[in-house]
């Protein structure tokens, strides 16, 4: 790619981002855009009128009202968890923004003054290489300075990286101490309970904590759970449609005397005679109800060896949790308890051996697609070359040899198949993951957005570097030797492509993201078509498994890339910064957070900086010995042992607080509780709040309370 | 090696074995000899003195008499350890057994009636490699045979590994419900604790569990320790001479008016008037604890910011220890406290930085000490080159060129450097391994094990079957695609050798491990020269970071060649049942232990036993490969897998147990304590159980009452 070229790309997606926001501004603003652009104030009744009429000119507001509040609102509006990712923004800008000055100011003019690439076009048709270190002269002292860049930028990124994991872990235990008494913290899940012949789980697990831990436990809930998966569906879908008339029922009562409130019981209902709609929806309701609880009731009596028990304080449930129960340890295995809402039912329904087996396939399946994804991909490609298709459909070979179509089809198609089958990935490792046993939604989540993580790095980095057939890619890695040497000739070669993968793919995106461009169409034909919708209307949560890997995807492209080719830094630093202010907008108006881990992405993160950082070291341990200077070579092999160091000392001194809270945190919240007044309350609740939604009686027929946007499902498993 | 000679091999080393037992026999019934062979009888006085007087006529009594007692008394005897360690004999003698069995009716013949070998000599002079699977036929169907010997023979292996596990938890548990209330049981070890600038150590600790453990709390010691290691030297060898002038002392007492009790003191006791020598070492015992008090003030201000902090039941100290105590993790870390007496107290006067730096230190040392070992004693060895020999020492030419002497030092003595090298490793491994920041002598022992464990494989098994360097072996672990090809070609050319070394090695260790020759001969020179010795008498303890891993190379020497070379196992039987009799006598009769680890040497065998499967495993693979065999060699490929998985099993199901007690046992055992009458009593001991030795103040001018066997010193720390 020669410097010119990149500029054109350049301006091309700056207009396009340009043209998006304008768009957005204007787009904003009109009522019937509300549920999309702020979802999440629609959801929560917080919509402010007043600024939502200003007008249709198009303003940047929206960045001044989203820059605005305060690290500690963010948390306090969008959790600890949506401050994490936003973290992933400002920790990145600041790495980035010493990088860019270190690389274009130094880095950038030695690599331009070198003459090992010789282009002798002028300034604009210069390649991107003449900017990049393939252009140092072989064996040249100015390499020095890159050395001595690749530690000052190390120790940089570690110090911040550092601070960073203090400042957030800061945050996480201020978070504790500001948070109300919640259900998951006095809870474990036990599992693996050994049921004597003649009595029963609840039973045991009762007389084995009043035994054990007599001072603190306060209760119990069994899990009931039916490997039925009929019974169980039958029942999920019997709730929904109960759901769906009760919401219509409460609209139809509010709504007093609406036309729509009779109608003829005829065909089409247009014949017969006038029947009042409320009387039969509630009839029905009833119907409904007794059905679900016959079915309920085939299943309720068996239980699963696990079981929800509650303790009086967070210190009796840790000290169970973390004090190994019975002799036998894979009997009462304990583990943290998720919050109610979150819990992964269905996972209780499988025995161990199924769970373990599908554990292992999940794994495997995950290794299998993670390394051979390109090769299905390339197939479908293949179908779209033009004589290909001509065989195939003869009748179309008139319109396929146009040149438009040509170019549509063997220029554009190929890459949206790709794209295609890449959105697909972050919903196939949720699926994987469902399947490796976790007991939570927001695990289920976690364990997705590291496989994906993996996933990118191996299909998007290694794919584009190192570029073979997946073998040959695995071969490589078989020979660790020859690893430094392969990665340095092959990475500085693909700089110019992800230079323009950042503008292109990197700006689009957040543009889109603000965009919102399918959500908007989906409320468009919404409106159109379908009237009610708006009942049903729940804000969407962001998908931390596909933005996560995502954002940093380009920190790796960053930091591998800061010797090598420093020009990418600049655009980093705009993508980095616009997508602060763009995913604080959408944190704050689109998103509604479902479930909390309480920060838990951010070691996650660490791991892949210190990933990147290590892979940036070994590639610049190949490249200086592909420079002749061996020296330098040998004197970097220290680095990646020290970051290897530094990563361990993390490990140690902040990885504990992510796994479970301290001694003194709990303690101490637990003495602050005591002189609250509603604790007997709280424990009231607690004993119902760990029921299978499943299995919960509905009593719709008798509830007309207005639950507006929450639906009582959900209501009655959380608040109960 | 041809089968003639190794039956020679075996009459030779068979005959030596009788004579050493024979004489062996014969020695133990000399009085003379009690202290060598009946150390531990004596230093417990439990010396039964009619049976040591049966005559001189060798006996077997002593086999049976070591045969006698049940499991139970040997746990009871010789401790936990000492079973697990007797286990590793039973659980080898069970295995090769049914490995010999296999091996020599079914493996044997098959390679034998094969003809890859061309070897035409009659029977006697049949090489060895006959009976390998070298000399099966490339492509041979018999080879399924020895497929399914591996399948078969792993699944036995692991299934006596899970049922020797489930053994030893049980045992281990059983010993803990037996055992009276210790003071390590209540107490744990915190380090790194936060001592705020206006308050003292004992205070914060004091406060902090006050603050979160108030209802177990019960004491805390803080451990005082300079880094001036001169003064504790000196501390220590006055301590040494306060002890030997006390055990003079009581002696002199003891024979009130010996013909030593008065002494003149002039020049060499002749001249000068007559002193009552008591008096005088009253007195001279009096300057010295004066001397040492000084000296223990001067240093006793300084706190190290470590604690040992007992609580009142086993339950509150195993909560203190599992959940972390402040919310910087790095404070207030938690330890399992080991016995008063195993305490390693030098680890306490460096500093974290200090520690740090020599973990590593000594990691890297451990691993260039056993990558490079065999170079230094490949020098030395050259140094007893014959001409290079008359170059340095130009006189010795003539008795050098002597047939006898050639034969000695160029056959016998590089041997023996050899040998002598590998003598000291296990003394070098418990060096770094002190280095470690291991706060007790048991766990510099099991890692000091495992150091010699790893040690052995790469410098008996991989040095042997790969011989080249050192380097071109590190080359071969690097390339881990050729490694089952090399091991397949390497190993079963050195099935001779491993057979001629169990026979010679084996079998002679173990006669001299029971004839104790090192002791026999000091106990001679002891009884010829000094006259007090007896006093000063303490019994050896059993060095198990030596003999462990020795007994175990030899299991995987069985679990290696049991598909190569079967021929190796009937003697391996041999080795493992004469070792289980002579190793239990020496127990009962020689070894004293000095600490306890609760039989946690058992996840190291059952891991080397895990870890010889699968080097048996990629063997067979390889082997498959150069037999033409490439079906078998793929499908031997699950084994390793499900082996690997049954060992993450085990780890789950049996390792937490020797980790930690359970919640079940600590609270069974509280609440036995609390209906006990003694333990207000013992909670006062405890209170000053963990004193540093080397600060306890001396009070020997005062007391006479008779400590015959234990030293004062070591009485005063435990008991205290």
């Known amino acids: 790619m020669i410097l010119s070229a990149l500029l054109t790309s350049v301006g091309i997606n700056f207009s396009l981002c340009f043209i998006f926001f ?36 198009p303003t940047a507001g ?7 509040p305060s690290e500690d609102e963010l948390i306090s509006n969008a959790g600890l968890d949506a401050f994490v ?71 940089v990124v570690c110090i911040l990286l550092y ?90 009562k509010h709504k007093d005397n609406s036309p729509n409130r009779y109608r003829r019981d005829g065909c089409f209902g247009i014949f017969g005679q006038k029947v009042d709609m409320v009387d039969q929806y509630e009839k029905t309701l009833g119907d409904i109800e007794d059905n679900v609880r016959i079915e309920q009731s085939s299943i309720e009596g068996k239980e699963v060896p696990a079981a929800f ?118 919903q196939i490792m949720i699926i994987l993951s469902s399947l490796q046993g976790h007991i939570s939604w927001s ?22 570097v190192l570029s073979g057939s997946a073998l040959y890619r695995l071969n490589i890695f078989l020979e660790p030797k020859e690893f430094p040497r392969v990665l340095a000739e092959a990475v500085p070669t693909q700089a110019s492509f992800f230079i323009a993968y950042v503008v292109t793919s990197g700006w689009t995106n957040i543009a889109l993201e603000l965009f919102q461009s399918d959500r908007l169409f989906y409320n468009y034909i919404d409106r159109i078509f379908g009237g009610e919708s708006d009942e049903d209307f729940e804000a969407p949560s962001i998908p931390y498994h596909r933005e996560v890997p995502r954002i940093l995807f380009f920190g790796l492209l960053g930091v591998t890339y800061f010797i090598l080719a420093p020009l990418i830094l600049p655009f980093l630093v705009v993508y980095f910064c616009v997508g602060y202010i763009i995913y604080r907008n959408q944190l704050l108006n ?50 990646p042992i020290l970051t290897f160091l530094f990563n361990e000392y993390c490990r140690k001194r902040f990885l504990p607080i992510f796994e479970a809270y301290p001694a003194e945190c709990l303690i101490k919240k637990d003495r602050q509780d005591q002189e609250d007044q509603n604790m007997s309350e709280f424990y009231e609740k607690l004993a119902n709040a760990y029921k299978d939604p499943a299995l919960m009686p509905i009593k719709y027929s008798g509830m007309f309370l207005g ?13 109960a």
């Not at 690389?103 to 604009?124: C, E, V, Y």
């Not at 997705?448 to 993996?454: R, S």
Request: aromatic share 14%; proline share 6%; glycine share 4%.
């Open 590 to 639: 689109v998103y509604i957070p479902k479930y909390q881990t309480g920060g838990e992405f951010w070691p996650t993160v660490h791991n892949y900086t210190i990933f990147s950082l290590l892979l940036m070291h070994i590639i610049v341990i190949g490249i200086f010995g592909l420079k002749k200077l061996p020296l330098a070579s040998g004197l970097t092999l220290p680095l």
């Open 443 to 464: 695990q289920i989540q976690k364990s997705a957005c590291t496989k994906v993580l993996w996933f990118t790095i191996w299909n998007l980095f290694f794919a584009n």
């Open 22 to 57: 304008t768009l957005y501004s204007i787009l904003r603003e009109q009522p019937g855009n509300i549920p999309v652009y702020a979802s999440r104030l629609v959801s929560e009744d917080k919509l402010p009128e007043a600024q939502f009429n200003l007008g249709r000119r």
């Open 309 to 426: 028990v509650s303790f009086k304080s967070r210190f009796g449930a840790a000290t169970a949790l973390k004090i190994q129960g019975g002799i036998n340890p894979t009997n009462w295995i304990t583990e943290k308890a998720p919050e109610p809402h979150d819990v992964y039912w269905p996972f209780f329904s499988v025995t161990f051996i199924r769970r373990w087996i599908s554990k292992l396939v999940a794994f495997i399946a995950f290794i299998v697609l993670t390394i051979l994804f390109l090769i299905p991909v390339a197939l479908v490609q293949g179908l779209t070359h033009l004589d290909q298709l001509e065989t195939m459909f003869p009748a179309l070979k008139d319109i396929l040899r146009t040149a438009l179509v040509t170019q549509v089809i063997t220029g554009y198609l190929p890459i949206q198949i790709l794209h295609l089958f890449l959105s697909l990935v972050p």
């Open 707 to 719: 639950h507006k946007h929450r639906s009582p499902l959900l209501q009655s498993s959380s608040e």
């Open 62 to 68: 929206w960045m001044r009202r989203a820059w605005e």
């Open 85 to 155: 990712f936003m973290r992933i923004f400002v920790f990145s800008v600041k790495v980035f923004t010493f990088g860019g000055i270190v690389g274009i100011l130094i880095l950038l003019p030695i690599n331009f003054m070198g003459t090992q690439i010789r282009d002798d076009s002028d300034f604009p048709n210069k390649s991107l290489d003449s900017f990049s270190i393939s252009n140092v002269n072989n064996g040249s002292k100015r390499l020095w300075i890159h050395f001595c860049a690749a530690y000052v930028f190390t120790a």
């Open 163 to 252: 601070h960073e994991y203090a400042y957030i872990s800061s945050k996480r235990i201020a978070c504790f101490f500001s948070a109300k008494p919640e259900p998951h913290q006095f809870t474990i899940l036990v599992r693996g309970i050994p049921v004597p012949p003649e009595s029963n789980c609840q039973e045991t697990v009762e007389r084995f904590f009043m035994e054990y831990h007599p001072s603190t436990y306060l209760t119990n809930s069994v899990v009931r759970r039916s490997s039925k998966l009929q019974v169980l569906i039958f029942i999920i879908s019997m709730k929904t449609d109960a759901e769906r008339l009760y919401k219509r029922l409460t609209q139809l």
